[in-house]
């Protein structure tokens, strides 16, 4: 198993602001909609992420990565989807280089840290971004 950045994951909450949410939901009671809507509740700039939705509580979404305006600088590229259809989103998220790449809990691919670490860009992998930000906001 590749080694990813656990360690960072205070700093890497404290300097991010832009949060792309790929795979983002539009219905309430799904982990996407849920984790996107507490991160805006806590301070950042969420860019949603789906093909399907026209836009997410007001906010446009964008079709992939590669839709998002060139003047929004991605800090995270937060990853909903199943860990089989990730490689091609950290392939697209490698050409607008974000700091980060967030693969939520559950999702796990070996070949997608890969790649994004040989880009110089964090991975933080099977883990909640809401959980992790509620925990070290309470610590």
Not at 59 to 81: E, H, Q
Request: charged share 30%; hydrophobic share 40%.
């Amino acid at each position: 198993m590749a080694s990813f950045d656990e360690d960072k994951i205070l700093s890497i909450l404290k300097e991010s602001k832009t949060v792309a949410v790929v795979g983002i939901s539009d219905k309430p009671e799904r982990d996407s909609y849920r984790v996107a809507n507490y991160l805006r509740e806590n301070g950042y700039e969420i860019l949603p992420v789906n093909p399907g939705i026209e836009q997410w509580e007001g906010l446009k979404s964008y079709k992939g990565l590669m839709d998002i305006p060139g003047d929004k600088k991605v800090d995270i590229v937060d990853i909903f989807r199943k860990s089989d259809a990730v490689v091609p989103i950290v392939q697209e998220a490698v050409k607008i280089h974000p700091k980060t790449v967030w693969m939520q809990e559950g999702v796990i691919n070996e070949e997608a840290a890969s790649l994004a670490k040989k880009n110089s860009i964090l991975v933080v992998m099977d883990r909640c971004m809401m959980k992790e930000h509620a925990r070290i906001s309470t610590s």
